[in-house]
Nanobody
Framework: QVQLVESGGGLVQVGGSLSLSCTAS????????MGWFRQAPGKEREFVAA????????YRLDSEKARFTISRDNAKNMVTLQMNNLKPEDTAVYYC???????????????????WGQGTQVTVSA
């Protein structure tokens, strides 16, 4: 069993920055593919970024790649999403997810992840 706990959300003004963290319990974090998703009110959950066990990453959009950075610290069982130049459309609940199947593949679909955190709210005010 793997438990994921997100932290770091909050209220920020347009153009500001936030760093979201996700700490995982359980075995073999270093082998997990980790992802971040978000869900805005009234919208479906969408992929934001993922990182595999080799540290390779992918992002939903090039424009978000320029503003967001996903990273991991295997010694701390932690994955981080650094978000800069935040916009009102970034407002959402952000979820951390883990693929624990030793896939090494950068997963982008919801059903490819096995475990989810409870989410952390990010609100960007204009």
């Amino acid at each position: 069993q793997v438990q994921l706990v997100e932290s770091g959300g909050g209220l920020v003004q347009v153009g500001g920055s936030l760093s979201l963290s996700c700490t995982a319990s359980g075995r073999s974090f270093g082998s997990f593919v980790m992802g971040w998703f978000r869900q805005a009110p009234g919208k479906e959950r969408e992929f934001v970024a993922a990182i595999n066990n080799f540290g390779r990453s992918t992002y939903r959009l090039d424009s978000e790649k320029a503003r967001f950075t996903i990273s991991r610290d295997n010694a701390k069982n932690m994955v981080t999403l650094q978000m800069n130049n935040l916009k009102p459309e970034d407002t959402a609940v952000y979820y951390c997810a883990a693929d624990v199947n030793y896939s090494n593949t950068l997963r982008t679909r919801i059903n490819e992840y096995d475990y989810w955190g409870q989410g952390t709210q990010v609100t960007v005010s204009a």
